[in-house]
């Protein structure tokens, strides 16, 4: 297993890169020489406000040129970073505190400050933390082990509260560095990240720009907007990490007249099928631009990648497994089955992260130990894996939902949806609560009905949603994924 430490892929690369521009914001940037300063700055620091190896360190700060040397500087003082996105619902924040007992809370958001406080936890605001960085504090203390956890992801299904992925240095670094040898990120790319970093799609291009030596840009997330043209062009953006609803907005703006163009070579995709509708208008428009599409849980970071633009060649598959690991299916009795038979997507190999913080007997359903040293993730995820070992996406567990006695996809209803000559975004609502088929949720210059006729060009009709409903906007959650249930809040206000 491996020994390298999460912070040894800063320092390696301030070794050989140390005046390479690392990490800005639009107002600031730092070298690489600067970052690892910072970094060693900040874990004193933390060393001297009560911070010991295995704390949990709970950083709900903007995502500044800072945040980078502040994750380094959490992981090289032996503690865990759990990064949160606020504002968010008291109750979720809460859940949070009590789950992670943090030892120490960075944020100047009020709701989190007055719930730390009121549990005696300290908390630190944005200001006193970039100062920090520039004075610094007592010696770090012993370096911590490979086999440490580093990082606390905090993942949500389609119920319950939040869970936290538990990751160790050693997995996050092996997870990088395969990810690294399939997206080849260089040394001249621009970086530009407008996923939030309690995502791990947006916090792991921290540490993809930095083993690549790239200039990581960090957005606002109001720059998703109408903005997102003229920031890209004005960062010089190389590389755009995206989910579907960002691509649409892209795509739109680049078809107004005049509209500039950014410098992109590469756009990657992951946590939400892309429209091929939406990146064939992206390429016709940026002919430059390669597409690598992922598949992925935060339980092991990734497991799949595409060469780039073997979508058009392999329409419907999400990637190879990551070098040094494998995918494979399962049968409902857990028995392992041939290439291209459906079944449980199961993945195996150093990614697989240590489990669920706290919740063992979830942890010992998802993560087994079949044989070998690393655990096996059953992701609950359905699909198959062909000869040629492409992976093949059918739908998630709760993605599955019978429409008219037949077994159907929500993914499959909301690609054939794109397909629709008119439609702009399309999330699908299962059936659930007393409601007697599935709901099409759209955005689109057509009636409910005239959405529904087309849609039985591309689907079977068993298959149709039993009603459409027309919005201006989809809801989405943080991550920029269709908010399911905002949707059943609308369902409820549309059938009542």
Request: aromatic residues 4%; contains cysteine.
């Amino acid at each position: 297993m491996s020994t390298e430490l999460l912070h040894d892929l800063l320092d390696r690369t301030a070794d050989t890169r140390p005046d390479a521009p690392a990490a800005g914001d639009g107002t600031v940037e730092f070298t690489y020489r600067q970052v690892r300063a910072d970094s060693l700055r900040l874990a004193g620091w933390l060393r001297g406000q009560g911070v010991r190896r295995g704390d949990r360190v709970l950083v709900a700060l903007p995502a500044d040129a800072t945040l980078p040397a502040l994750l380094y500087a959490v992981a090289r003082a032996g503690a865990v970073f759990v990064v949160l996105r606020t504002p968010a619902p008291e109750v979720a924040l809460a859940h949070v505190l009590d789950d992670a007992e943090p030892g120490l809370v960075l944020t100047d958001d009020p709701v989190l400050t007055g719930l730390s406080r009121a549990r005696g936890v300290p908390v630190r605001g944005a200001a006193e933390t970039r100062r920090a960085a520039a004075i610094g504090g007592a010696p770090a203390g012993p370096a911590p082990l490979a086999v440490d956890p580093v990082c606390l992801i905090y993942t949500s299904g389609s119920t319950g509260m939040p869970k936290a992925v538990v990751s160790t240095h050693a997995q996050v670094t092996f997870a990088v560095r395969a990810i690294q040898s399939e997206l080849r990120y260089r040394p001249d790319d621009v970086v530009h990240v407008l996923l939030p970093p309690s995502f791990d799609y947006g916090l792991y291009q921290i540490f993809l720009s930095t083993v690549a030596g790239a200039r990581l840009r960090l957005g606002d997330p109001g720059d998703t907007g109408g903005r997102l043209l003229a920031t890209l062009v004005e960062s010089g953006a190389t590389v755009l990490p995206c989910v579907p609803s960002l691509a649409i907005n892209l795509l739109r703006l680049l078809g107004r007249a005049g509209a500039p163009r950014p410098p992109l070579r590469l756009l990657t995709n992951t946590g939400a099928a892309m429209p091929p509708e939406v990146l064939a208008g992206l390429r016709r428009l940026l002919p430059g631009l390669a597409v690598q599409l992922m598949f992925g849980l935060t339980e092991c970071k990734r497991a799949a990648i595409m060469p780039p633009d073997a979508d058009l060649r392999r329409p419907g598959a999400c990637g190879r497994a990551l070098p040094g690991t494998e995918i494979f299916t399962v049968d409902a009795e857990g028995r392992r089955q041939p290439p291209g038979v459906r079944g449980e997507l199961v993945v195996r190999g150093p990614h697989v992260m240590a489990g669920y913080w706290r919740r063992p007997e979830l942890t010992a359903q998802r993560f087994r130990r079949a044989h070998g040293l690393f655990p096996q993730l059953h992701t609950g995820d359905h699909g198959h894996v062909d000869a040629d070992g492409y992976v093949h996406f059918a739908g998630r567990r709760d993605d599955v939902y019978k429409e008219k006695g037949t077994r159907v996809s929500a993914t499959e209803v909301e690609a054939a949806a794109y397909r629709v000559d008119g439609v702009d975004a399309a999330g699908v609502l299962p059936p659930a609560d007393g409601r007697d088929g599935a709901t099409l949720f759209v955005v689109a210059a057509l009636t409910p009905a005239d959405v529904l006729r087309r849609l039985r060009e591309q689907l079977e009709e068993m298959k149709v949603p039993a009603r459409c409903v027309v919005l201006p906007d989809l809801p989405l959650t943080g991550n920029g994924k269709v908010d399911r249930r905002a949707l059943a809040r609308l369902a409820g206000e549309h059938n009542g």
